[in-house]
């Protein structure tokens, strides 16, 4: 006799964003298949990476549920263990140096190498694209103007996840042949379809190098690639940089933080990072916004006193 364990209401939640997600992965596709402009393209195949990674997130966390329930995981009573301030997480004024070689700047001359960028920033489960940005041998800084609020509270301990995708835009571009129709990959009610969601959202998703663990990408892998089908059409984006940011990196003001290059100067989508990025990371704990207590106040005046 097996053990199935009931749907729960965080479980539903979580299974609705995935068939979210996969139906605008779907609409993206599509949409890349149809694209006649370049330009196009590349904002149709930066919304398939972003879905793709937000999915591998959020099975990620249902995979820690599952685990939970299965493990019949008891949470201490609050007398036990002191529960952490929770707290709002936001970064903006991002800004990423750039390193030309002084004949490419200043005399400009070699090929012009052009490339579209852009910037995942994932906290949690919670995942977040910047605008594109196209960068060439003009520019000494890539800035995004993007200003980021994590909607999810976040603990002490949380981690922010920054990767930065570069594809080049000066290949060779025709439009992609749209891929044949495909079913359904979500249908159904949740509770008797819920194992074939999970599996139809791996199927199209799995193809990637690792899974996220814990909901976040593994330092130093590679960007989680779209499924055989998906890849074939229009120009593709690599990660080309990434960094991990916690609490003990917020600091006041405008600050400088190192990142780690994932990519070599033989590659088409390569850029000359200077080897940091600049940004300003927030947090703001909910303590100093909420109140902590609210009602009548009575105050008892001594009788000595009147």
């Avoid at 074939?232 to 080309?240: F, I, M, Q, V």
């Avoid at 940004?279 to 009548?296: D, E, W």
Wanted: charge should be positive; proline fraction near 5%; glycine fraction near 6%.
């Amino acid at each position: 006799m097996f053990f199935v364990p009931l749907i729960s209401t965080q479980d539903e939640a979580v299974l609705k964003q995935i068939e979210k997600e996969v139906r605008m992965r779907e609409g993206a596709s599509k949409l890349l298949g149809y694209c006649s402009r370049r330009e196009q393209a590349l904002e149709a195949s930066k919304s398939l990476l972003t879905c793709n990674s937000r999915i591998l997130a959020l099975l990620s966390q249902l995979q820690r549920m599952r685990k939970a329930q299965i493990l019949h995981r008891v949470e201490r009573r609050p007398s036990e263990d002191v529960v952490p301030c929770l707290g709002k997480v936001a970064l903006s004024d991002l800004r990423i140096p750039l390193m030309w070689k002084d004949s490419e700047y200043f005399k400009n001359k070699g090929e012009l190498h052009r490339c579209a960028v852009f910037c995942l920033l994932q906290c949690g489960t919670e995942i977040y694209d910047t605008d594109m940005v196209m960068v060439d041998r003009t520019l000494t800084d890539i800035c995004f103007e993007d200003t980021i609020v994590f909607s999810k509270e976040a603990g002490p301990g949380f981690q922010l996840r920054f990767e930065l995708y570069s594809s080049s835009a000066v290949e060779d571009f025709s439009p992609g042949i749209l891929a044949p129709r495909r079913g359904s990959y979500l249908g159904g009610s949740l509770g008797g379809s819920s194992g074939k969601k999970i599996r139809a959202a791996l199927e199209t998703a799995a193809v990637c190098g690792s899974v996220l663990s814990a909901g976040f990408a593994a330092p130093g892998s590679v960007s989680p690639p779209l499924s055989s089908n998906m890849s074939r059409l229009g120009p593709k984006y690599n990660l080309l940089a990434y960094a991990t940011l916690t609490i003990d990196h917020i600091k006041e003001g405008f600050k400088t933080h190192d990142l780690s290059i994932a990519t070599t100067e033989d590659s088409p989508f390569w850029l000359p990072l200077y080897g940091n990025m600049c940004c300003r990371l927030r947090a703001q704990p909910l303590c100093m916004i909420q109140p902590v207590m609210s009602g009548p106040l009575r105050v008892k005046v001594s009788s000595h006193l009147l």
